[in-house]
């Protein structure tokens, strides 16, 4: 099946009782059971929820998963991940990860023995040389937050596969349309549903989606035992989000493209990260493993600091916002913004400086957007 014939009707099964085209939201915390432990599969909200099964039923099929769980956020869904792994383990992460991912592992779990070891992924010789037998877990994002790095999942999975490690990726920069790291050999991939997936910039939501049945059993207890699932409320709109989610990540990308050469040739931009460039040092990679580049953009702007808060103050469409992936263009500082919480030294060693910019270009008219961003450069 297509991916956008996909996106219409995976996890929308006509309701039985009504014939209702769309889900109904189950908006109730308990069931009737016939006898004590005897029910139709419900019995508490917080283990079962019919919405929430359809959405968990779409998002596993999005992923070409056997199994998905939804979860209050994104990190609510990375911290069932690392839950299902032993005290004092080593986890292998990315060195260019989300702020919010390296917070929780620096601060949260760090404090019950995991060894947590950043590194360059881009750089396979190295991930080779610290995945180790005690390795237990490697954890990636491709494209990379926000520098847009691009790292070889297959690659990364035989490395894993070699010591036994699990190897979790984060989908979320490229949605389930332009990337499949289940297919290329990642055990679990996870997701802020809050970004693509939702799209609408109205909810907060997470997922995890596994074809390993143990794992997911693991994920699934955790899911129940610890509670933090989404309301029925937010898993109707999730739902009703990926109907269009083909559609609006071609329209994304289409944008960036066009931002992106624009960007590429203005005098106060002084490098543009974008994947989908053939000048991009993992375009070769990412041409393999992805079919789409959506529409993350990152680029640094001349000057320093103050220069970049004058032009930002001049935007007049694009607005300055955290989060990503929306209808909307928003456009982020992630140095004092979405990665302040990075440790100063790695952010200098990323290139996360007073001139970095990372946009999400949303799917307006981009002639629109890229007046916007010359008025703004320019001053006029």
């Known amino acids: 099946m297509h991916p956008s014939t996909r ?20 908006q109730v915390s308990t069931f009737v059971q016939h006898a004590p432990g005897e029910h139709q599969g419900f019995d508490y909200s917080r283990a079962r929820n019919p919405t929430r099964d359809a959405l ?7 992923e070409g998963a056997q199994h998905a769980l939804a979860f209050a956020s994104g990190l609510a869904a990375e911290q069932a991940i690392i839950q299902i792994f032993p005290p004092a383990c080593k986890v292998l992460v990315c060195d260019d990860v ?32 610290e995945a180790t037998p005690n390795t237990a877990l490697i954890w990636i994002e491709t494209p990379t937050n926000p520098t847009l790095k691009i790292i070889d999942i297959a690659a990364v999975a035989a490395i894993a596969k070699k010591v036994s490690a699990r190897l979790v990726v984060d989908n979320t920069f490229a949605s389930p349309l332009f990337q499949q790291p289940l297919a290329l050999g990642a055990d679990i991939v996870v997701h802020s549903t809050t970004k693509y997936i939702g799209g609408h910039s109205d909810l907060i939501g997470g997922a995890v989606m596994t074809s390993n049945s143990a794992l997911f059993e693991q994920l699934q207890y955790i899911q129940f035992a610890a509670g933090a699932v989404p309301a029925p409320f937010e898993c109707f709109l999730l739902l009703r989000s990926i109907k269009t989610l083909a559609i609006r990540m071609q329209q994304h ?18 490098q543009v990260f974008f994947p989908g460039l053939e000048s991009h040092p993992n375009y070769a990679i990412a041409r393999k493993q992805m079919t789409g580049f959506s529409g993350m953009v990152s680029f640094k702007l001349q000057g320093e600091y103050e220069q970049v808060k004058i032009f930002l103050s001049r935007l007049r469409i694009i607005q300055l916002a955290e989060s990503l992936g929306g209808i909307e263009s928003l ?13 100063a030294a790695l952010r200098q060693k990323l290139g996360i400086g007073p001139t970095l910019l ?15 961003l010359r008025q703004a450069l320019d001053g006029k």
Request: aromatic residues 10%; charged residues 20%; negative net charge.
């Open 7 to 26: 996106c219409v009707h995976a996890g929308s099964e006509p309701e039985k009782t009504t014939g209702a085209i769309f889900p109904p939201i189950f």
């Open 56 to 62: 968990e039923t779409a998002l596993a099929s999005l």
């Open 98 to 129: 989300y702020g919010g991912t390296g917070r929780l592992f620096r601060t949260l779990y760090a404090k019950y023995g995991f060894e947590f070891c950043f590194l360059d992924m881009s750089d396979l010789a190295l991930v080779e040389q």
């Open 253 to 270: 990308e289409k944008n960036a493209r066009q931002v992106v050469n624009f960007l590429c040739n203005h005098p106060q931009v002084e």
């Open 331 to 343: 456009i982020n500082h992630p140095e004092r913004m979405t990665h302040a919480s990075v440790p």
């Open 358 to 372: 990372r946009l999400s270009v949303g799917i307006e008219e981009a002639a629109d957007l890229i007046e916007d």
